[in-house]
């Protein structure tokens, strides 16, 4: 069965500071998904990541994954205080539909 | 651009009751998936549909069901509503009828059960 990890749970970083979130899988996957949530809100797609060693970019963050290594980092960059939110990795166990997601970790950014 | 529409947007019922909620996917998307999110929870995969036809299942419970219709809205029915049922319910909608096709979110219902 597919399980999802991430780590931290909850960060609590001051503006302009860099930080990283990981996210570990337990079995091969097809693709690996970041998004965030704002409290009593929908999902927000934020990256897709389709192979080994996949790098994405989009303003202050910046999402890699190692299938190799079943792992995937979302790196924060200069936090601002716009970042706050929860943020989900999830993947599709190979072979069906069930997307799985992570634990998530829930962000604040401290001005 | 048309988003995924849920509705309602929030609904309240009481235990032992039941519940339709209602998802209408982007325009020529045909896979439609349900979740749930409990308080605090990660969002559950509960079950999915390519083509009106069920693609996979999750963590339903047998007291729920669900549809896709001809028009490739879906319905989730609830019934004997437990307290545990309160949460927040996410249809995703996706074209291609692949797994890893990327999936784009509706705004959720949230069902409080009381």
Known sequence: ?111 | AAGVIQSPRHLIKEKRETATLKCYPIPRHDTVYWYQQGPGQDPQFLISFYEKMQSDKGSIPDRFSAQQFSDYHSELNMSSLELGDSALYFCASSLGGRPTDTQYFGPGTRLTVL
Request: glycine fraction near 6%; include cysteine.
């Open chain 1, 1 to 111: 069965e597919l399980k999802v990890e991430q780590n931290p749970l909850f960060l609590s970083m001051q503006e302009g500071k860099n930080y990283t979130i990981y996210c570990n899988y337990s079995t091969t996957s097809d693709r690996l998904y970041w998004y965030r949530q704002d409290p009593g809100k929908s999902l927000e797609s934020l990256f897709v990541l389709l192979s080994n060693g996949a790098v994405k970019q989009e303003g202050r963050l910046m999402a890699s994954l190692d299938t190799k290594a079943r792992l995937s980092t979302l790196h924060i960059t200069a936090a601002v205080h716009d970042l706050s939110a929860t943020y989900f990795c999830a993947v599709v166990s190979s072979g069906t539909y069930k997307y799985i997601f992570g634990t998530g970790t829930r962000l604040k950014v401290l001005a």
